[in-house]
Every structure is written in C-alpha cells, then in structure tokens.
C-alpha cells in the first residue's frame, strides 16, 4: 500500500546538524499528514514534528527555532532539519504518514548527539 524509508540518522557533535529524510511510495494520497516521533531509551515517546499538505507545521516546544519541517510532493519526500542538536535530541526517530484514515510507519533511523 504505502511504504516509507528513513535516511539521514547518525552521529554528530551537539551543536551540529542532521536532516532526516522520508521518502513515500506506493499509493499515496494528496491528503495527508507526515511527520516524526522519537523514542529514547528510559523516555516517553514524543512527537516530534509535523505536516500537512496545506503546509501547516507543528512542533514540539523544545524544538521550536531548531527543527524545520518541509515537504517536497513533488518527490513524495518530507525532510526534518535538525539544528543546534543536543544531546537530548538522541533517540530514534520514526517517520510516519497517515492518509485515506490509515497510517504507516517507517523503519526508524538512529540520531546520536555527543561528544
């Protein structure tokens, strides 16, 4: 039906940069919300960020001035840009995509931020 694949986790010293990217295919649908959760180990899941096809974003307070989320529909393809990285922001991170009242996953990608 719809696959996602992830790409772009890895390591990088706090204060440096990733962008994550998730690319979509099969049968995707104009409406849709993509976004990321992450999950680290010990800490509740959150919710990182989101889109919308409208282009309507939303973030977690912690993120906000750091994280940007954009979409490419071109490409079928949503990036998370991720700047000033603390190592708070280690976890895995999983993109996700809900459209036609289904949602798919996919596979994760590891982010490490240290020293």
């Known amino acids: 039906q719809v696959q996602l694949v992830e790409s772009g986790g890895g390591l990088v010293q706090p204060g440096g940069s990733l962008r994550l990217s998730c690319a979509a295919s099969?049968?995707?649908?104009?409406?849709?919300?993509m976004g990321w959760y992450r999950q680290a180990p010990g800490k509740q899941r959150e919710l990182v960020a989101t889109?919308?096809?409208?282009?309507?974003?939303n973030y977690i307070y912690s993120v906000k001035g750091r994280f940007t989320i954009s979409a490419d529909n071109v490409k079928n393809t949503v990036y998370l840009q991720m700047t000033s990285l603390k190592p708070e922001d280690t976890a895995v991170y999983y993109c996700?995509?809900?459209?036609?009242?289904?949602?798919?996953w996919g596979q994760g990608t590891q982010v490490t931020v240290s020293s």
């Open positions: 996700y995509r809900r459209q036609d009242g289904g949602v798919y």
């Open positions: 099969g049968r995707i649908f104009a409406i849709y919300t």
């Open positions: 889109i919308t096809n409208t282009a309507f974003t």
